[in-house]
């Protein structure tokens, strides 16, 4: 917006005392190249053009980034198939050197990784999200320990409700991640999609081990689930996360909470199992790296996915934008959100690009 209307003053205001302390501080710290997301959906569309993005602002600014390459791993017939339709999307969304390997050469990529078939992705990348949303904040002008409470249409523009007082704009963009809907409903939009927390919790490979992992292996995703299984992630810093887990935190007061949790109660209580247990997580990270042991696992880090449900208890899949005359707010960002976050801002900026 800055870039568009250089006339024009642009101000992010931040509740938290620093920026990046959320989902983007706290994530796997993944470029993604668009394999697993349905065929002309945003997310697809927006993650492409995002990691183009996001790797030309590393190199611009001098970011740490590395294209270390991923691979998702089938493992037995019935991963097969679901290989065969992820490879078919991937190609269709354009990703770029997207390869199908078979279980020979899986191993001349990572060589401790076993499966019977596997998809690779050469551009799929690493870098510290935080890092980036640095780069980017010393661009603007960033007002911190400042909540928004609400936005109130007014005149020709919106009046910004916060902590320190009022501020007057002609357009105001919401990306406030957990918090997204209770901005969105404060202001006067439908509560219908709200977010529902789920904590991703993260185990470690003790330093002795990483050589395990070259760069990122996943394995193929439930497509009856919305997350995508416990993976194995090289970090920037080197270290290696094994994880994420997903376990549903909050959002008991909504309907469609009550049923994503009927729904989903047995791989609920597989996670909390997982969450609780680095031998749980080492079993599922071992069907596709078999020497990996449960003594091979560390406490690690953990986030909380802002991941929008419907009131009828269905996921949002894509991303979710909601329009008043002045104000945008982005109601559902999860991953790969902050890969996309460049091609998200370029479609928040053409939305209101007519006003
Ligand atoms: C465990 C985990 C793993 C993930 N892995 C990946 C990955 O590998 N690759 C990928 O692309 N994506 C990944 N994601 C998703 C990605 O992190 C998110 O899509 C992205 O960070 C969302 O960015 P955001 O700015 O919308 O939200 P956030 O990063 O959550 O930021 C929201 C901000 O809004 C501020 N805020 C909230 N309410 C207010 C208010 N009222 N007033 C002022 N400020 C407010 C918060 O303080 C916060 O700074 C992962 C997410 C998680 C949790």
């Known amino acids: 917006m800055q870039r568009r209307r ?3 003053s642009v101000v992010v205001l931040e509740r938290e005392p620093e920026i990046a302390r959320h989902q983007t501080g706290r994530n796997s710290g993944v470029i993604h190249q668009g394999v697993y997301y349905t065929p002309g959906s945003l997310k697809a569309t ?19 980034v590395e294209r270390c390459g991923k691979l998702i791993v089938a493992t037995n017939e019935r991963e097969l198939r679901r290989l065969d339709e992820l490879h078919r999307r991937g190609l269709e969304n354009g990703v770029p050197g997207l390869r199908r390997l078979s279980s020979y050469e899986l191993r001349e990529i990572e060589p401790h990784a076993v499966g019977i078939a596997a998809l690779h992705s050469p551009q799929t990348g690493i870098v510290d999200f935080s890092a980036v949303a640095r780069a980017l904040a010393s661009e603007v002008s960033v007002h911190t320990g400042c909540v928004v409470e609400r936005f109130d249409e007014e005149h020709g523009g919106v009046r910004v409700v916060h902590g320190d007082g009022e501020t007057h704009a002609r357009l105001a963009v919401a990306c406030a991640g957990g918090w997204s809907h209770r901005l969105a409903v404060a202001s006067g939009l ?9 904590r991703g919790g993260y185990h470690l490979l003790r330093p002795g081990r990483r050589e395990l992992v070259r760069g990122l292996i996943y394995p193929v995703p439930d497509p009856e689930l919305p997350f995508l299984g416990v ?26 909470t009550w049923r994503v949790a009927r729904k989903w109660w047995r791989v609920g209580i597989a996670e909390l199992r997982a969450a609780a247990s680095a031998r749980a997580f080492a079993a599922e990270a071992r069907r596709y790296v078999p020497e990996l042991s449960r003594r091979d696992l560390l406490p690690g880090p953990s986030g909380v996915r802002a991941q929008a449900v419907a009131r009828d208890g269905s996921l949002v899949d894509d991303f979710v934008f909601s329009r008043t005359e002045h104000t945008l707010h982005v109601r559902n960002a999860p991953s790969p959100g902050a890969t996309s976050s460049l091609a998200i801002a370029e479609h928040v900026v053409n939305t209101l ?3």
């Not at 183009?52 to 611009?60: A, I, K, Q, V």
């Not at 439908?190 to 789920?198: A, K």
């Not at 992630?233 to 469609?256: F, M, Y």
């Open 6 to 8: 250089p006339g024009e």
């Open 46 to 64: 927006l993650c492409r053009r995002g990691a183009d993005l996001l790797y030309e602002l590393c190199e611009r600014r001098g970011i740490q």
């Open 190 to 198: 439908d509560e219908n999609p709200r977010i529902v927390p789920f």
């Open 231 to 256: 993976h194995l992630t090289r970090r920037i810093d080197g270290e290696v996360l094994v994880g994420p887990s997903a376990l549903l935190v909050g959002g008991l007061g909504w309907p469609g």
């Open 353 to 355: 690009a007519a006003q």
